[in-house]
C-alpha cells in the first residue's frame, strides 16, 4: 500500500509530524491481540509493505527518521495492548516481572529489578502486602531505570498500577463483566510499553518505573473490612473497602520514591 495523505499539509506541522503520526496509525489499524487462539485465522492478503509518500527529496531523511520514531511509540503501544488483552491466568504478576527482566535483557540500557514477597515485606509495604493476601498468586514490585541524561538531572517517575486481576477481595465485585478486571493492571502496561518506546528511541532522559503487581481475591487470608495496616511510610490504614487496591497499592509505590 502507499499512503499520500502524509503529503497534505497541517497547520504548524511539519512532514516529520505527519510520517511519525501516520505509521503509529498504521500499526494500530493492523494491530490483532490472536496469540492465545488455538486456531488463528488466516489473512488472505496480508500487507507486506507500506510506502509513506513525502512532497519532496529533501524530506527523505526527516521522514524516515520521523518513520522510526513513530515504529517505537507503536511497538511500546503494541506491548501495552498485548499485556492489557492476556487473561489473569497468564498475565500474572510474575508475568509481568518476566517481561520487565526480558526487556532489560533486550535494550541494555534498561536496567530491571524484580523484588518479591520477602523483599516487600522488607521494605515494609503492609498497604500492598494487605491486598495481595488473599491470592497464591505472589506479588512482585517491579522497579524499571533508564538513565540516559546527565546524572544531575532529576529522572521522570512513572508509576503504574498493576493488579493483574480483581475480584474486589473480600468487597467482591458484581459477577457481570468481572472478566474485564483484567484490565486492572493496564497502568503497568503502560508503563512496561512506555520503557519499551523510551529505550527503542533512545530518548536522552532519566526515567524511572515502579509497577506494584498482584492480584486481589477473596479468601480466608484475605484483608476483611475494617482492618488496620501500616504503609511503609510508617502512617496506619484502615481499610474499609478491600476493593479500594489501588490506592492501597500505589500509596507505598509512592513512598518508596522518598527512600
Given at each position: 500500500?502507499?499512503?499520500?495523505?502524509?503529503?497534505?499539509?497541517?497547520?504548524?506541522?511539519?512532514?516529520?509530524?505527519?510520517?511519525?503520526?501516520?505509521?503509529?496509525?498504521?500499526?494500530?489499524?493492523?494491530?490483532?491481540?490472536?496469540?492465545?487462539?488455538?486456531?488463528?485465522?488466516?489473512?488472505?492478503?496480508?500487507?507486506?509493505?507500506?510506502?509513506?509518500?513525502?512532497?519532496?527529496?529533501?524530506?527523505?531523511?526527516?521522514?524516515?527518521?520521523?518513520?522510526?520514531?513513530?515504529?517505537?511509540?507503536?511497538?511500546?503501544?503494541?506491548?501495552?495492548?498485548?499485556?492489557?488483552?492476556?487473561?489473569?491466568?497468564?498475565?500474572?504478576?510474575?508475568?509481568?516481572?518476566?517481561?520487565?527482566?526480558?526487556?532489560?535483557?533486550?535494550f541494555p540500557d534498561v536496567k530491571a529489578t524484580v523484588l518479591e514477597r520477602k523483599d516487600i515485606e522488607?521494605?515494609?509495604?503492609?498497604?500492598?502486602?494487605?491486598?495481595?493476601?488473599?491470592?497464591?498468586?505472589?506479588?512482585?514490585?517491579?522497579?524499571?531505570?533508564?538513565?540516559?541524561?546527565?546524572?544531575?538531572?532529576?529522572?521522570?517517575?512513572?508509576?503504574?498500577?498493576?493488579?493483574?486481576?480483581?475480584?474486589?477481595?473480600?468487597?467482591?465485585?458484581?459477577?457481570?463483566?468481572?472478566?474485564?478486571?483484567?484490565?486492572?493492571?493496564?497502568?503497568?502496561?503502560?508503563?512496561?510499553?512506555?520503557?519499551?518506546?523510551?529505550?527503542?528511541?533512545?530518548?536522552?532522559?532519566?526515567?524511572?518505573?515502579?509497577?506494584?503487581?498482584?492480584?486481589?481475591?477473596?479468601?480466608?487470608?484475605?484483608?476483611?473490612?475494617?482492618?488496620?495496616?501500616?504503609?511503609?511510610?510508617?502512617?496506619?490504614?484502615?481499610?474499609?473497602?478491600?476493593?479500594?487496591?489501588?490506592?492501597?497499592?500505589?500509596?507505598?509505590?509512592?513512598?518508596?520514591?522518598?527512600?
Amino acid at each position: 500500500a502507499v499512503v499520500y495523505i502524509t503529503e497534505e499539509k497541517v497547520k504548524r506541522r511539519e512532514v516529520a509530524w505527519r510520517i511519525e503520526h501516520a505509521v503509529v496509525v498504521a500499526m494500530e489499524a493492523v494491530y490483532r491481540f490472536d496469540q492465545m487462539k488455538s486456531e488463528k485465522s488466516e489473512v488472505r492478503r496480508p500487507l507486506r509493505k507500506l510506502t509513506l509518500s513525502v512532497p519532496q527529496r529533501s524530506d527523505l531523511t526527516a521522514g524516515e527518521v520521523a518513520a522510526a520514531r513513530g515504529l517505537a511509540i507503536a511497538h511500546g503501544m503494541d506491548l501495552a495492548r498485548d499485556l492489557g488483552n492476556l487473561p489473569g491466568n497468564v498475565c500474572t504478576p510474575k508475568y509481568l516481572g518476566e517481561r520487565a527482566l526480558a526487556m532489560a535483557e533486550e535494550f541494555p540500557d534498561v536496567k530491571a529489578t524484580v523484588l518479591e514477597r520477602k523483599d516487600i515485606e522488607a521494605l515494609g509495604m503492609g498497604s500492598f502486602l494487605s491486598v495481595t493476601n488473599g491470592s497464591e498468586e505472589p506479588p512482585r514490585f517491579i522497579v524499571l531505570e533508564y538513565e540516559q541524561a546527565a546524572k544531575k538531572q532529576k529522572p521522570i517517575v512513572i508509576v503504574g498500577k498493576g493488579i493483574t486481576f480483581d475480584t474486589g477481595g473480600i468487597s467482591i465485585k458484581p459477577s457481570a463483566d468481572m472478566d474485564q478486571m483484567k484490565f486492572d493492571m493496564c497502568g503497568a502496561a503502560s508503563v512496561l510499553g512506555t520503557f519499551r518506546a523510551i529505550a527503542e528511541l533512545g530518548s536522552k532522559i532519566n526515567l524511572v518505573g515502579l509497577v506494584p503487581a498482584c492480584e486481589n481475591m477473596p479468601s480466608g487470608h484475605a484483608t476483611k473490612p475494617g482492618d488496620i495496616v501500616t504503609s511503609m511510610s510508617g502512617q496506619t490504614v484502615e481499610v474499609l473497602n478491600p476493593d479500594a487496591e489501588g490506592r492501597l497499592i500505589l500509596a507505598d509505590a509512592l513512598a518508596y520514591l522518598t527512600e
